[in-house]
């Protein structure tokens, strides 16, 4: 069963730093593209982050650009989120999800539970 | 940066047909696809590529999209599809794109 889990969500003060961890299995983790997505308390859906299957090419929306950083371990199937400079806007479930296919512009198939990040003092 | 745009809310009479839609601008020339969230839940695709249906999706769920419109169609709507629903497409320039999302209420 192809399936995503996401963990290290928490409560955070302003300025400060977490890191996002998305266990994949069910799948070949190194042969797609990943991307984080996440949702605000009764908002909808942002496109965060993505990362290639290598992980040698990133991209990030202008909101986190310079503060949030992407990355994977192929090795351990798992995809990383690091927020550092953390804001109150930035309070949302942070999903995880997988290009379900291995073409441009893809759709997110599966994605995984979320995890809960809450930047307050 | 490209936008989508889609009514906040849809109502539908059980058994009956609902149409979402999902405004951009000559959305018709990108690749359109549909997710639909549950409460507490994670987004699950219904629609990719604007009119395929994951395996699992009943064909009840179906998609088009022309012009500067894409519609989710849900016949025979039932109870257990109110949901939210979102659009989603690539864009050379803002990449990765949402719609507002739409919560469909199935009277």
């Known amino acids: 069963e192809v399936q995503l889990v996401e963990s290290g969500g928490g409560l955070v003060q302003p300025g400060g730093s977490l890191r996002l961890s998305c266990a994949a299995s069910?799948?070949?983790?190194?042969?797609?593209?990943m991307h984080w997505v996440r949702q605000a308390p009764g908002k909808g859906l942002v496109w965060v982050s993505r990362i290639n299957s290598d992980g040698s090419s990133t991209s990030y929306a202008d909101s986190v650009k310079g503060r949030f950083t992407i990355s994977r371990d192929n090795a351990k199937n798992t995809l990383y989120l690091q927020m550092n400079s953390l804001r109150a806007e930035d309070t949302a479930v942070y999903y995880c999800?997988?290009?379900?296919?291995?073409?441009?512009?893809?759709?997110?198939?599966?994605w995984g539970q979320g995890t809960l990040v809450t930047v307050s003092s | 940066s490209y936008e989508l745009t889609q009514p906040l809310s849809v109502s539908v009479a059980l058994g009956q047909t609902a149409r979402i839609t999902c405004g951009g601008n000559n959305i018709g020339s990108k690749n359109v696809h549909w997710y639909q969230q549950k409460p507490g839940q994670a987004p699950v695709l219904v629609i990719y590529?604007?009119?395929n249906r994951p395996s699992g999706i009943p064909e009840r769920f179906s998609g088009s999209n022309s012009g500067n419109t894409a519609t989710l169609t849900i016949s025979r709507a039932q109870a257990g599809d109110e949901a939210d629903y979102y659009c989603q497409v690539w864009d050379s320039s803002t990449l990765w794109v949402f719609g507002g999302g739409t919560k469909l209420t199935v009277l």
């Open positions: 069910g799948f070949t983790f190194s042969s797609y593209w």
């Open positions: 999800a997988r290009d379900n296919e291995i073409a441009v512009a893809a759709p997110f198939d599966p």
């Open positions: 590529r604007d009119s």
